[in-house]
């Protein structure tokens, strides 16, 4: 599956567009994380859990958008974008989309 944030592969246009596709999922912060940000906040630096919560969350809603391209029997996605919103105190949604197409 080639995924790729512009509308055209290698310089060539999709021969079909399959329709869009998404994938998502909410993540709620943990206590003993904002235990740790709260110190890290007062002596500076990357909040390490907070990075790899992020980063599984965004490889989660990559691989059930892929799922559904998949389903639709896509070999690409184009104009793949991320999107994240907080839906309530302490948890926020990853959202992947784009659009499934035949090479």
């Not at 509308?7 to 909410?26: A, D, Q």
């Not at 896509?74 to 035949?102: C, H, P, W």
């Amino acid at each position: 599956m080639i995924i790729t944030t512009t509308e055209t592969i290698n310089g060539k246009y999709p021969k079909k567009i399959l329709g869009l596709v998404r994938g998502n999922t909410i993540r709620a912060r943990w206590f003993g994380r904002d235990i740790a940000a709260g110190l890290k906040s007062i002596i500076g630096g990357e909040i390490k859990s907070y990075t790899k919560m992020i980063n599984d969350a965004r490889q989660e809603a990559l691989n059930r958008m892929i799922e559904k391209a998949k389903k639709l029997k896509a070999d690409g996605i184009v104009m793949v974008r991320f999107a994240t919103s907080n839906v309530m105190q302490g948890a926020s949604e990853i959202l992947v989309y784009g659009t499934a197409v035949k090479i």
